[in-house]
């Protein structure tokens, strides 16, 4: 019974190129949640996504990111043109219904660093 | 959702009981106590939750006073392992999703 899986789990970017994050939910969740925690700072909720729709991206920056989660395969972060500032570990978190008292499952992070 | 209030950081012996308190005193009645740590470079782990009543699992005990307004978590016997930073949050139920928001934590640094 695999967990979160993310991958990459450490991606190396000179500024403007892009970044792609994949993040494969545990089996039977359907809702996918991506975080930022940026060097010696706390998490900071970046988007909420189910199959196909986004859900709550008020933590998503206004340019240049953006989310999916397609009905198949796993869901995708994407930053374009990437800065320094977006140096930076990625989490992503998944979850098997969006009411009541559930538990986010988390993966091991995605490390972008940003040359 | 309610805002939490914990100490930055603490430290416990090896072996010891570990009680990291957490205040939140403007909880409302159907907002859960939860509790996740990250161990450093990792990705947060899931501990416990609770509503009203005290709550116990094979990692940790949460007791929550009468008037809900602040809660402890017990770790029963501190090991290195434990050193992590600890979450309290207070999540309310909503239809559009379950987001946890992150304060600053408890820093736990275990002694031997």
């Known amino acids: 019974n695999a967990g979160v899986m993310q991958n990459p789990r450490h991606l190396v970017r000179r500024r403007g190129q892009e970044a792609r994050l994949r993040c494969s939910p545990m089996?039977?969740?359907?809702?996918v949640y991506w975080y930022r925690q940026l060097p010696e700072e706390g998490l900071k909720f970046m988007v909420y996504l189910q199959k196909e729709n986004i859900i709550d991206e008020s933590g998503m920056p206004k340019e240049r990111f953006s989310a999916e989660f397609p009905k198949e395969g796993p869901s995708i972060l994407r930053i374009q043109q990437v800065v320094r500032g977006d140096s930076a570990a990625y989490f992503c978190?998944?979850?098997?219904?969006?009411?009541?008292?559930?538990?986010?499952?988390f993966g091991a992070g995605s490390r972008l660093t940003v040359l | 959702d309610a805002k939490t209030t914990q100490p930055p950081s603490m430290d416990c012996a090896e072996g010891r009981a570990a009680n990291l308190p957490c205040n939140h005193s403007?909880?409302?009645?159907?907002?859960?106590v939860y509790w996740y740590r990250q161990i450093h470079s990792q990705g947060p782990q899931y501990i416990i939750h609770?509503?009203?009543n005290n709550e116990t699992n094979e990692m940790a005990s949460l007791i929550i006073t009468e008037d809900r307004k602040s809660s402890t978590l017990i770790l029963p016997h501190a090991t290195l392992r434990d050193t992590a930073v600890y979450y309290c949050i207070v999540r309310v139920e909503k239809a559009a999703g379950n987001k946890l928001t992150f304060g600053g934590g408890t820093r736990v640094l275990v002694k031997p």
């Open positions: 403007t909880i409302s009645g159907n907002e859960y």
């Open positions: 978190a998944s979850s098997p219904k969006s009411s009541g008292a559930n538990v986010l499952t």
């Open positions: 609770g509503l009203k």
């Open positions: 089996k039977g969740h359907s809702h």
